[in-house]
């Protein structure tokens, strides 16, 4: 069942671009359906005007694709009549639809793709700033330490506030585009501040119960602790451990 849903999903993409190519071979129907001779191809000639080596290379791609699309419209227009009618036409609709629907599908997209890049590109600073701040904070520890899932998720949920923040202050602040960049860039050393404290804690209690732990491993190395408590006073004997 996968196999046949593969080989359809391939048929269908097959189609779609050959009806794309259609497409961008004829403006309309009536010029698959003409009678007369294809006009044969002809590629003006260079003048080299001493322009920049991007626009000539701008200029031979756009040479090889009417090139192209030109040589593909006269080998549909050589077909018999009948060919044309009962295969290209349906092919150059099922391409003019998918060609028409990309462009208004990006367009519809274009304003979210945005929105998102902004996100990625606002959670990537924040990061790089949250680890080179903790990277200060405690240089002996290393950088997969700092970086794993949950300081990851920190950071996005972070840039995610942010984000909001930036999108929504325009609304209410209406003087806010004066200083979008200030108040973004305060946010967001605020977001990171506190991640970075957070982190910091939590590092610095870890390695507190790590000392904690080697001392108490060598203080049992070493012998057991009596605490004796006599007339409201605590002192401290130490007894060999038994052997």
């Known amino acids: 069942?996968?196999?046949?849903?593969?080989?359809?999903?391939?048929?269908?993409?097959?189609?779609?671009?050959?009806?794309?190519?259609?497409?961008?071979?004829?403006?309309?129907?009536?010029?698959?359906?003409?009678?007369?001779?294809?006009?044969?191809?002809?590629?003006?000639?260079?003048?080299?005007?001493?322009?920049?080596?991007?626009?000539?290379?701008?200029?031979?791609?756009?040479?090889?694709?009417?090139?192209?699309?030109?040589?593909?419209?006269?080998?549909?227009?050589?077909?018999?009549?009948?060919?044309?009618?009962?295969?290209?036409?349906?092919?150059?609709?099922?391409?003019?639809?998918?060609?028409?629907?990309?462009?208004?599908?990006?367009?519809?997209?274009?304003?979210?793709?945005?929105?998102v890049l902004s996100f990625l590109t606002l959670a990537l600073v924040m990061f790089i700033v949250f680890v080179l701040g903790v990277k200060l904070m405690f240089p002996d520890i290393p950088l997969r330490k700092i970086i794993n899932r949950h300081t990851i998720k920190g950071v996005l949920i972070a840039s995610g506030l942010v984000f909001v923040a930036d999108f929504a202050l325009p609304f209410i602040w209406p003087e806010y585009t004066r200083w979008k960049f200030v108040v973004l860039g305060g946010l967001s050393l605020i977001a990171i501040g506190f991640l970075a404290i957070r982190f910091g804690r939590k590092e610095e209690r870890r390695r507190a119960e790590e000392m904690e732990a080697e001392i108490r491993a060598r203080e049992e190395e070493e012998g057991e602790l009596l605490y004796v408590s006599s007339m409201g006073q605590s002192f401290t004997m130490r007894r060999p451990k038994k052997r």
């Open 1 to 115: 069942m996968d196999k046949k849903k593969a080989a359809a999903a391939t048929m269908a993409g097959v189609i779609a671009a050959s009806g794309a190519a259609i497409d961008g071979a004829f403006d309309s129907p009536s010029d698959i359906l003409r009678n007369d001779q294809p006009e044969p191809v002809v590629e003006p000639a260079s003048i080299d005007d001493g322009g920049s080596d991007q626009g000539d290379q701008d200029q031979d791609k756009s040479k090889r694709s009417g090139a192209r699309q030109g040589t593909l419209r006269e080998k549909i227009l050589e077909l018999p009549l009948a060919v044309r009618v009962i295969f290209v036409v349906p092919l150059w609709a099922i391409g003019h639809v998918a060609v028409m629907g990309g462009e208004l599908l990006f367009t519809a997209l274009s304003p979210f793709l945005d929105g």
